[in-house]
T-cell receptor, first 113, second 114 residues
Framework: AQKITQTQPGMFVQEKEAVTLDCTYD???????LFWYKQPSSGEMIFLIY??????QNATEGRYSLNFQKARKSANLVISASQLGDSAMYFC??????????FGTGTRLQVFP | DAGVIQSPRHEVTEMGQEVTLRCKPI?????LFWYRQTMMRGLELLIY????????DSGMPEDRFSAKMPNASFSTLKIQPSEPRDSAVYFC????????????FGSGTRLTVV
């Protein structure tokens, strides 16, 4: 069963606009962590943001914020003021028990001028 | 810190040959992960270690794949014999247990089996 679901294979956004990338997850653990990674065309995996399951506030890192809705098991990434350099693959990931980190299938974001 | 170091960056080998991928995690990190990335299957977790002990190898595709972590600063992923369907990018990542700062990935090894 898919534990991390990213339903948007591709997204387009105009420069300077905000965009939301969807992620839902499934776990029976009470303690878990949610991550977002960016993978540009060069291939490296870049850590963006983290949300712990017990964190009461949504995580923010600069232009990135994580819209965490625990009851809905969703952890959407919001990128504000998109830039051309934001064009990349974005992966949602979940840390389960014993630090196992699993990934969703990713969303390809294209930012156009 | 130099980050997670993987070698080689690129590997081209003939079907049937043995391939060894290497990884040096970040000093002080106690978990190490091997992932495989392909267009068809995305990012798959192959195996991970905690304190040098394999915790979960359920993602290893078959007996041709093996991984070791003889000490805290080195791990290998071996494919023997290699097949064209093993062609992929193999990533190594390390983390400090329950860390909030993410899992740090190496640059990956692009493996091509012809």
């Amino acid at each position: 069963a898919q534990k991390i679901t990213q339903t948007q294979p591709g997204m387009f956004v105009q420069e300077k606009e905000a965009v939301t990338l969807d992620c839902t997850y499934d776990t029976s653990d009470q303690s878990y962590g949610l991550f977002w990674y960016k993978q540009p065309s060069s291939g490296e995996m870049i850590f963006l943001i983290y949300q712990g399951s017990y964190d009461e506030q949504n995580a923010t890192e600069g232009r990135y914020s994580l819209n965490f809705q625990k009851a809905r098991k969703s952890a959407n990434l919001v990128i504000s003021a998109s830039q051309l350099g934001d064009s990349a693959m974005y992966f949602c990931a979940m840390r389960e028990a014993r630090d196992k980190l699993i990934f969703g299938t990713g969303t390809r974001l294209q930012v156009f001028p | 810190d130099a980050g997670v170091i993987q070698s080689p960056r690129h590997e081209v080998t003939e079907m049937g040959q043995e391939v060894t991928l290497r990884c040096k995690p970040i000093s002080g990190h106690n978990s190490l992960f091997w992932y495989r990335q392909t267009m068809m299957r995305g990012l798959e977790l192959l195996i991970y270690f905690n304190n040098n002990v394999p915790i979960d190898d359920s993602g290893m595709p078959e007996d041709r794949f093996s991984a070791k972590m003889p000490n805290a600063s080195f791990s290998t992923l071996k494919i023997q014999p290699s097949e064209p369907r093993d062609s992929a990018v193999y990533f190594c990542a390390s983390s400090f247990r329950r860390g909030r700062n993410g899992y740090t990935f190496g640059s990956g090894t692009r493996l091509t089996v012809v």
